[in-house]
């Protein structure tokens, strides 16, 4: 109860206008942060946040060319898309996280080498890691497809990772905080 109030509290107040400079579009940008921050620790979670920030403005130049003020979020990134981002959008976050290749094949060697690097705690790390393969093992492989067919491997495969990513936050979550009932 304490904790869920803190937050509440917290995102309360980083949520008025003026106190967040624009790093939270929506409330829903702010709480997926405060979900990964508590999933995966602040300092890891600050460093991706940054990084997404970096990457999605570059991307959204390279792909969307307009003032960004135009765009209903002028940020996009690998762990919160938003609701029916653009296959191209998705690609070219996966390549700069570097879990594409500019062929379209999907690197799952580095996927896995970044969830063994997201938390310290080791059943999280299993989670993410059985997550990626059961990933992998549903997604065919891209080679010899068209471009097309390749786009729609690499999202179905981004949409498997991060379903499966906030369930198992959840379960670490849960872990946590409520083991012992």
């Known amino acids: ?60 130049q390279k792909l969307e060319p307009q003032p960004a003020s135009l765009n ?11 609701p029916n981002p653009s296959v191209g959008l998705q690609m070219c ?9 500019e062929d379209g094949t999907i690197l799952f060697e580095n996927v896995d080498s970044f969830f063994r690097n997201v938390s310290h705690d080791k059943t999280l790390q299993d989670d993410f890691l059985q997550l990626s393969l059961s990933c992998k093992t549903s997604s065919p492989p891209t080679t010899g497809l068209q471009e097309d067919q ?11 990772l991060n379903k499966g990513g906030l369930k198992a936050c959840m379960d670490y979550e849960h872990r946590k905080y409520f083991n012992d009932l």
């Open 1 to 60: 109860m304490k904790y869920s109030l803190a937050l509440f509290l917290v995102a309360a107040l980083c949520l008025l206008p003026g106190l967040c400079l624009e790093v939270w579009k929506t409330t829903n940008d702010y709480i997926s942060f405060a979900v990964m921050k508590s999933c995966l620790g602040e300092e890891l979670t600050v460093q991706m946040e940054r990084k997404g920030i970096l990457l999605g403005q570059e991307c959204l």
């Open 72 to 82: 209903a979020r002028s940020r996009r990134n690998i762990l919160k898309m938003p």
């Open 93 to 101: 976050n996966m390549k700069a996280w570097d879990m594409l290749s």
């Open 150 to 160: 390749k786009h729609t491997v690499v999202v179905s495969y981004l949409s498997c």
